[in-house]
């Protein structure tokens, strides 16, 4: 039996937590139905992050839009610190406040999912990333995984449902599984070019046997310029100095006139080894890193009640306003009603938390993954590692 929620179990908020279910209950018998605004937001973000990707709105969408409530939020995509708000929700609390299991688990993952991607996109710069980390994960939120490692900044992912999920078309090599049912690297890839489409790129996985060096030279003279990458996947247990291999295996291929084939990394590649393997290394297929990403670790809090400013111990009460400046990236939180003014730089500031959800319309139309990526990409510069 598949131990997963559907859809419809959790907009009837059937995962939410007990306490929730028992507090709407107290409240109701006890006549108490007021009206509340809260907030959504990190107080710290994991490991060194010292920005992250705001992701998720739109499964939130999913579940507030039929809502008796007004949502504020950051669009899909934006780039935020601790301390902003990335989303308000305001309405009677009865009406939506059990939904706080589902909305929270719905921008924690693919926030955090969505950051991870972007950090090796950043460390990759012009060079590909593909999310190859699927199969990490329960195989129900492929999908989301593929999604958010898109809109993050992966070039491609390879679950099926993930692309199909993106509007993309999968993107993949081949496993040792087929190299060890051929018996030989050489002829495996041969069997690939014969058989797959011809649109789809050639990359032979090389670390299989034999030395990736000269599995290399064989595939490249076998398939030459239709070959358009070799994967090393290389076994830990062999791997020594994996740039050395990668450096010998680029030798060897341009020494023979295979200066365009390029190589692919794959097995345990995160952030880090991107960084220092960039020099060399032409694209990234990355699992773990990114699908099993740390969460985000958001929290849903009153911030007003009843219209008057009202929070726990630990949170500043009061709606409020994130201003972020057009030019130098400068953000600021304020109370709400103040209007986006001008940053010290001189630069025009903009207010992110815009109307999402207003008495159950959608307010803009919800950008397309594509559109949330290139987002995403475009404030690349504005932050550092
Ligand atoms: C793994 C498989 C995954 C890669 C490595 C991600 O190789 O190719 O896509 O690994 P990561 O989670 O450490 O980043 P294998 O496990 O050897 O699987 P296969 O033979 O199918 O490539």
């Not at 008495?359 to 990526?373: A, E």
Request: charged letters at 25%; glycine letters at 8%.
């Amino acid at each position: 039996m598949p131990q997963i929620a559907t859809w419809e179990q959790v907009k009837e908020g059937l995962i939410s937590d007990i306490y929730f279910d028992r507090t709407k209950k107290i409240l109701e018998a006890k006549g108490i139905d007021l009206h509340v605004s809260v907030e959504f937001m990190a107080h710290k973000l994991p490991s060194d992050w010292n920005w992250a990707v705001f992701a998720g709105l739109d499964e939130c969408t999913e579940i507030l839009k039929d809502l008796p409530v007004e949502v504020r939020a950051m669009k899909e995509g934006t780039i935020f610190n601790t301390q902003q708000p990335v989303m308000e929700i305001s309405g009677k609390y009865l009406d939506f406040g059990k939904h706080e299991t589902a909305l929270l688990g719905l921008i924690c993952q693919a926030s955090g999912i969505a950051t991870m991607a972007a950090r090796c996109k950043k460390a990759a710069g012009k060079k590909e990333v593909i999310s190859f980390g699927a199969r990490r994960m329960h195989p129900t939120i492929a999908p989301l995984i593929e999604r958010n490692a898109y809109i993050g900044g992966c070039d491609g992912v390879s679950a099926i449902a993930g692309a199909r999920t993106i509007g993309k078309d999968p993107v993949g090599t081949m496993p040792h599984a087929l190299i060890l049912l051929i018996g030989d690297t050489v002829k495996a890839t041969k069997a690939f070019d014969e058989v797959i489409e011809p649109k789809v790129r050639r990359v032979s996985l090389i670390d299989t046997f034999n030395d990736e060096k000269f599995e290399a030279i064989n595939v490249a003279n076998e398939l030459g310029e239709r070959l358009y990458a070799v994967r090393l996947d290389t076994p830990s247990s062999r791997r020594g100095s994996f740039e050395e291999i990668m450096r010998e295996v680029r030798w060897e291929l341009d020494i023979r006139g295979h200066k365009d084939i390029k190589i692919l990394l794959s097995g345990g590649i995160n952030e880090k080894s991107i960084k220092s393997f960039n020099k060399i290394a032409d694209a990234y297929g990355v699992g773990t890193a990114i699908s099993n990403a740390p969460v985000v670790d958001y929290s849903m809090d009153i911030i007003e009640v009843d219209g008057h400013p009202l929070s726990k111990r630990g949170k500043m009460s009061g709606r409020k306003s994130v201003f972020r400046c057009k030019e130098c990236f400068n953000t600021r939180v304020s109370v709400k009603n103040e209007t986006a003014g001008n940053c010290s730089c001189g630069g025009a500031e903009e207010e992110l938390l815009v109307p999402l959800i207003s008495n159950g319309n959608i307010k803009y139309t919800l950008p397309d993954p594509s559109q949330i990526r290139d987002f995403v990409l475009g404030q690349m510069d504005k932050v550092a590692m």
